[in-house]
């Protein structure tokens, strides 16, 4: 279906500003070019606006005639064009359907149709969001308050409800996020993302782990089994078979992992370390942590699985005596920690930023970090591994004992001219391992 927006705008014989505010905003929003495709042809002119109630049977008139068998916007493989043509279809049958249940107007269905089809690029072919009673009426809800308290404000439909679809309330997670694709909800920590569900036939038919070569449900944290079950019972899913029996699982995992590990709720840092055996000792003059090293506590579960913010129980540390493997955890800043006694790896780790970091006790390891910067460190007492990084900012670097290794990208040898260094800087080949 082609729809610009609506030419010659109506011509009233009473106020604009006599419409209410959602009227209001759909006057001024789709009025503006009166052209629609429906099935008796192009629509040109719209008769003049006597009152409020003629424009709301103008809206319902207009709603009516679109044509849902447009919506494919042709051009595209026959894949593509089908999955745009059954979104917007499933969504022109629920506003349709609206119709007889008035959880809006005409005007605000018009709106919403308009919305959706004006942000399918026909050039990158976008599928419309999976359609959501509970969330459609929450959104509709949201722009009616939004537009009753500031009048004129810019609210576009589609946006927000993708806002909501991607982002229920139910979900607490600091660092979790929803995004939706068409039929296909995926779940991100920290950026990373953990497993996908598949919406078919109105429930959730399938999961999978996006980062593995072939679809699998393979080292999906044991975890998830929350969050998809929040998300079913806020968007109103119920489970198919095979993510029922997935959930169930993960939910006898989940008591085992809390038999070996019990940690109360709102435990402390201390407690949390205490149960998963880090040994630590507080530091006389503040009282936070110093403990022995660093790693995962677990080759199978890992915090996140024990419903812990692992990045937040770096704002209790000050100090790591021993080495540091970052590799397989969940930390993305050091938070107060300053010093590292041994070696230090954030190969192929979440770290993003070395927080209070000042001294490394060892070599320090940044192949296929996230890194961009030193920041804070001034002494790396072993070698620096900066090749196949993504380091560019050398930060407070004072000294390096070792020297270091170095890429042909981000980094050259005169970048450590300041940098007081016992050891050369070799200038590795990308195919150097």
Same mark, same amino acid.
């Given at each position: 279906?082609?729809?610009?927006?609506f030419?010659?705008?109506?011509?009233f014989?009473?106020?604009?500003?006599?419409?209410?505010?959602?009227?209001r905003?759909?006057?001024?929003?789709?009025?503006?070019?009166p052209?629609?495709?429906?099935?008796e042809?192009?629509?040109?002119d719209?008769?003049?606006?006597k009152?409020?109630?003629?424009?709301?049977?103008?809206?319902?008139?207009?709603?009516?005639k679109?044509?849902?068998?447009?919506f494919?916007?042709?051009?595209?493989?026959?894949i593509?064009?089908?999955? $745009?043509?059954?979104?917007?279809?499933?969504?022109?049958?629920?506003?349709?359907?609206d119709g007889?249940?008035?959880?809006?107007?005409?005007?605000? $269905?018009?709106?919403?149709?308009?919305?959706?089809?004006?942000?399918?690029d026909?050039?990158?072919?976008?599928?419309p969001?999976?359609?959501?009673?509970?969330?459609?009426?929450?959104t509709?809800?949201q722009?009616?308050?939004n537009?009753?308290?500031? @009048?004129?404000?810019?609210?576009?439909?589609?946006?927000?409800? $993708?806002?909501n679809?991607?982002?229920?309330g139910?979900?607490?997670?600091?660092?979790?996020?929803?995004?939706?694709n068409?039929?296909?909800?995926?779940?991100s920590?920290?950026?990373?993302?953990?497993?996908c569900?598949?919406? %078919?036939?109105?429930?959730?038919?399938?999961?999978?782990?996006p980062?593995?070569?072939?679809?699998?449900?393979?080292?999906?944290?044991?975890?998830?089994?929350?969050?998809?079950?929040?998300?079913?019972?806020?968007? /109103?899913?119920?489970?198919?078979?095979?993510?029922?029996?997935?959930?169930? $699982?993960?939910?006898?995992e989940i008591?085992v992992?809390? @038999?070996?590990?019990?940690?109360?709720?709102?435990?402390?840092?201390?407690?949390?370390l205490?149960?998963?055996?880090i040994?630590?000792?507080?530091?006389?003059k503040?009282?936070?942590?110093?403990i022995? /090293?660093?790693?995962?506590?677990?080759?199978?579960?890992?915090?996140?699985?024990?419903?812990i913010? %692992?990045?937040?129980?770096f704002?209790?540390?000050?100090?790591?005596e021993g080495?540091?493997c970052? @590799?397989?955890?969940?930390?993305?800043?050091?938070?107060?920690?300053?010093f590292?006694?041994g070696?230090?790896s954030?190969?192929?780790?979440?770290?993003e930023?070395?927080?209070?970091?000042?001294?490394?006790?060892?070599?320090?390891?940044?192949?296929?970090?996230k890194?961009?910067s030193?920041?804070?460190?001034?002494?790396?007492i072993?070698?620096?591994?900066?090749?196949?990084?993504?380091?560019?900012?050398?930060?407070?670097?004072?000294?390096?004992?070792?020297?270091?290794?170095?890429?042909?990208?981000?980094?050259?040898p005169s970048?450590?001219?300041?940098? %007081?260094?016992?050891?050369?800087?070799?200038?590795?080949?990308?195919?150097?391992?």
């Open positions: 279906m082609y729809i610009s927006q030419s010659n705008a109506p011509a014989k009473m106020k604009k500003e006599d419409l209410n505010p959602v009227n905003y759909v006057y001024d929003t789709c009025f503006q070019t052209r629609v495709k429906t099935s042809g192009i629509i040109t719209i008769r003049d606006i009152s409020e109630k003629e424009f709301d049977i103008t809206c319902n008139h207009l709603v009516q679109i044509i849902p068998n447009d494919n916007f042709g051009g595209y493989d026959k593509k064009a089908w999955e $745009r043509q059954s979104g917007m279809g499933q969504w022109y049958y629920n506003i349709i359907q007889n249940k008035k959880s809006c107007s005409n005007a605000m $269905r018009l709106m919403i149709l308009m919305s959706l089809i004006n942000n399918l026909a050039d990158e072919g976008n599928v969001p999976q359609y959501n009673e509970k969330i459609y009426i929450d509709i809800n722009i009616r308050k537009l009753n308290k500031e @009048k004129g404000e810019s609210i576009d439909f589609e946006t927000t409800y $993708r806002t679809l991607e982002n229920p139910s979900i607490t997670e600091k660092s979790g996020k929803w995004q939706v068409g039929n296909i909800h995926t779940y920590v920290n950026g990373k993302k953990l497993f569900l598949e919406i %078919e036939d109105g429930e959730v038919s399938n999961i999978w782990n980062n593995e070569y072939i679809q699998t449900t393979k080292n999906i944290p044991p975890r998830a089994a929350y969050i998809i079950l929040a998300h079913s019972e806020y968007c /109103h899913l119920p489970l198919g078979y095979n993510v029922e029996d997935f959930v169930d $699982r993960k939910l006898e008591e992992i809390r @038999k070996c590990y019990p940690i109360p709720e709102n435990a402390s840092t201390q407690e949390i205490d149960a998963v055996g040994k630590y000792k507080k530091d006389e503040d009282g936070k942590l110093i022995d /090293h660093y790693g995962r506590f677990s080759q199978q579960w890992t915090f996140y699985d024990l419903g913010e %692992e990045t937040e129980l704002k209790d540390i000050k100090g790591i080495d540091a970052f @590799k397989g955890t969940d930390v993305t800043n050091l938070g107060s920690v300053e590292i006694g070696n230090a954030f190969e192929d780790s979440e770290v930023d070395l927080g209070e970091l000042k001294k490394i006790g060892g070599n320090a390891y940044f192949r296929h970090s890194i961009k030193l920041k804070n460190v001034e002494s790396i072993g070698r620096a591994f900066l090749q196949d990084s993504q380091v560019t900012d050398l930060g407070k670097l004072k000294y390096l004992g070792k020297g270091a290794n170095i890429g042909n990208k981000n980094l050259k970048d450590f001219k300041d940098v %007081e260094c016992h050891g050369d800087i070799w200038v590795l080949p990308p195919w150097f391992d």
